[in-house]
């Protein structure tokens, strides 16, 4: 027999059919939860019980401790209620999903560094202690242990993973002390300091909607963390990121993009150049330009533009020019030497509920 999940404190209630776990429910509800790998080890999608059974499953002791089952705390991705309701701590009022509270100067190793095109490196960054939790399309801020350099802002470019790795794309900006930095001198084995999460460029995750994503430069980043959550999610609507870069050669994550497009059929990465002609399957232009030939009705979409602010405005007024709806467009713009935006408090998750 269907069960009901009320969550609060917004009230929804959502049913839970009898072969579903809680995830399911609320996924197929369109309700997001953090989550990563669906069988009780990472302890990502750790949720606070407040009335109802539930069977667990069998989960990692790592990933639910006993201090957290004694404080009503279970693991929502092998949950399977029990009880005719359960009450679930989610989300906030109007329940949108809650924020991870910010961590500062937390250290991690590089443990790779690598060239992705002429002026990008990508950084990949393990924590030293706990994982830094964070929803797909937030940023950090990423400086040296010592103050010798300034923290700037980049985006993850992967979804959590299990063992907290973070993945960075960093461009080099002419006269920045940062990029220059982690261009130069960073090396494999190296300690940054991270602050973060930040930001709330995570869409509206309960828009069952085809997605378009539109993204310049580095802008990519939030761009594949964002489509990598989604599909490994099981995401079934057409996701399609319509990149530009000037040249070939600046166009990276080609084999990542070509995997996700064989192995996600509705899927579809799309390259266009601005400074000279694209090869077969390529546009040549603007995204602006070709985007009325692309989609010439965005209504049924939500849409998603990340990269300069110049890039996101040309690209955000061509999006309404095609119809989408204002409320369905998300953007983020990196403005050099941006602060931090700290999310609303009424949107951060509890400390306790974060592990
Ligand atoms: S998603 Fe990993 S424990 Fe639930």
Redesign the pocket.
């Known amino acids: 027999m269907a069960k009901f999940i009320r969550l609060q404190p917004s009230g929804k209630e959502i049913t839970c059919a009898e072969d579903q776990t809680v995830l399911e429910a609320l996924e197929h509800a369109g309700y997001a939860l953090p989550?990563?790998?669906?069988?009780?080890?990472?302890?990502?999608?750790k949720t606070r019980v407040l009335s109802g059974t539930f069977d667990q499953g069998f989960?990692m002791d790592m990933?639910l401790s006993r201090k957290d089952r004694a404080a009503g705390y279970g693991?929502?991705?092998?949950a399977k209620p029990t009880s005719a309701a359960l009450e679930l701590d989610y989300g906030t009022a109007d329940a949108q999903p809650k924020l991870f509270p910010p961590r500062t100067g937390v250290p991690f190793v590089v443990v790779d560094k690598m060239a992705r095109a002429p002026e990008v490196v990508e950084l990949r960054l393990r924590p030293l202690g706990g994982r830094l939790r964070y929803w797909p399309g937030q940023h950090v801020m990423v400086g040296s242990t010592d103050p010798a350099h300034a923290e700037r802002q980049y985006s993850m470019a992967n979804a959590p993973r299990p063992d907290g790795e973070i993945v960075l794309l960093v461009g080099r900006h002419r006269g920045g002390e940062t990029s220059t930095w982690i261009h130069d001198a960073l090396a494999e084995g190296d300690v940054v300091a991270v602050s973060g999460p930040y930001g709330t460029f995570i869409g509206d995750v309960s828009l069952e909607a085809p997605v378009v994503c539109l993204a310049g430069g580095t802008g990519l980043a939030p761009i594949l963390a964002l489509t990598d959550g989604a599909l490994r999610r099981g995401f079934s609507l057409p996701v399609t990121i319509v990149y530009s870069a000037r040249r070939s050669a600046e166009v990276y994550e080609r084999g990542l993009t070509a995997y996700w497009q064989r192995r996600y059929p509705n899927f579809h990465f799309v390259v266009t150049l601005t400074r000279e002609a694209g090869g077969s399957g390529e546009y040549g232009g603007r995204i602006p330009d070709i985007l009325p030939g692309l989609f010439p009705h965005l209504a049924p979409y939500q849409v998603f533009i990340a990269g300069s602010p110049g890039f996101v405005a040309a690209c955000e007024a061509a999006a309404l020019v095609c119809h989408a709806l204002p409320e369905r467009v998300f953007t983020e713009a990196y403005v050099p030497r941006a602060q931090p935006a700290l999310p609303a408090s009424e949107r951060l998750m509890e400390p306790s509920a974060v592990g």
Do not use: P, T
């Not at 989550?35 to 999608?45: D, M, Q, T, V, W």
């Open positions: 989550n990563n790998c669906r069988a009780g080890a990472c302890g990502e999608c989960v990933a693991l929502m991705c092998m």
